[in-house]
């Protein structure tokens, strides 16, 4: 058994999205995202489909021309190879659930890259 909390030992970056790998089981990872106010992950895809869970704060989320207002508790999911972007309208704590097979630092490198 593993265990963690999405809520504890926040560290907001006022200059960039921060984040880190929680959990990685048999099928998935599981990876928090803080966000500032303001702060933004430009448009990218996940080659396989993601789970996008608003644990505290709101996102502005674009996919294909759209943006949706995710407030605290909301969930989605997305497909692969879905383009999509991601902008804070509060400080928000955003749980990520990817694939096994895709890579945390793909995410890193969205981030590096926004």
Known sequence: ???TSFTENLDFNDTKVVIKVLLETS???????LMKQG?????????????????????AFGVEGNVHDLKQGAM?????NVP???TAKADSIVRLTLSKQDTADR????????
């Open 76 to 80: 989605l999911t997305l497909e692969g």
């Open 1 to 3: 058994m593993n265990s």
């Open 39 to 59: 702060q933004v992950m430009k448009e990218h895809k996940a080659p396989f489909p993601i789970i996008v869970h608003i644990l505290e704060g709101e996102i």
């Open 27 to 33: 099928f998935s990872k599981e990876i928090r995202i």
């Open 107 to 114: 995410v890193k490198d969205v981030v590096a890259h926004s």
């Open 84 to 86: 999509h972007d991601l």
